[in-house]
């Protein structure tokens, strides 16, 4: 997959949730993750992140929307349940971007939403858990962005593998300076040189 994309939480409490989320990015292979104005154990988050992600990319602990900074041109894609937001199967994931998702028992704040490009939702009737909601996030991602087989029109695998890279022609530069004869040094014998 080309681009990166990190993963965060804001104003979260549950430190397995956490630990949870940072192992689910690290998974899906996330470049970073981070928190906003979050109260957890971080000793205890590390019983749910078995992969020890902290120790394989980059963490980010915001402690207020104000000081929250992300790379240049990473776009920011809120998760959250309201009437105004994307379905999760319908949204074109940007190829650069950080996804932030609520509390366990509330919502993204209004001042979160306003930093927010995008705001996708997952077509459940009612909230799920918020360490699920971040891996059907992930999931989702990577169905969309990766190579995949196409799915059969019956139940099953795929019949036909994915389709192979597709690379553009060669580029060469500057071509017609390489195929001029090369300088030669004083002293040099063409007659003793052996390809």
Known sequence: MRGYFGVGVE???KSMNVGAIFR????FGASFVYTVNAVYGRKQGGFADTSKSL??????????????MLPKDCRLVGVELTDDAVDLPSFRHPSRCAYVLGPERGSLSQDMVD????IVKIPTQFCINVSVAAALVLYD???SMGKFAERPVRAGGPTLQ????QHGPQLIRNAEKRRQTPP??????PAGYND
């Open 141 to 143: 991602r990577s169905l």
């Open 55 to 68: 120790q394989h990319m980059p963490f980010y602990d915001f402690p207020n929307i104000n000081d929250m």
């Open 24 to 27: 689910t990015a690290h998974a």
């Open 184 to 189: 030669l040094g004083p002293g040099f014998d």
């Open 115 to 118: 930093k927010c490009e995008f």
């Open 162 to 165: 994915a389709p192979d890279h």
């Open 11 to 13: 104003g979260i409490s």
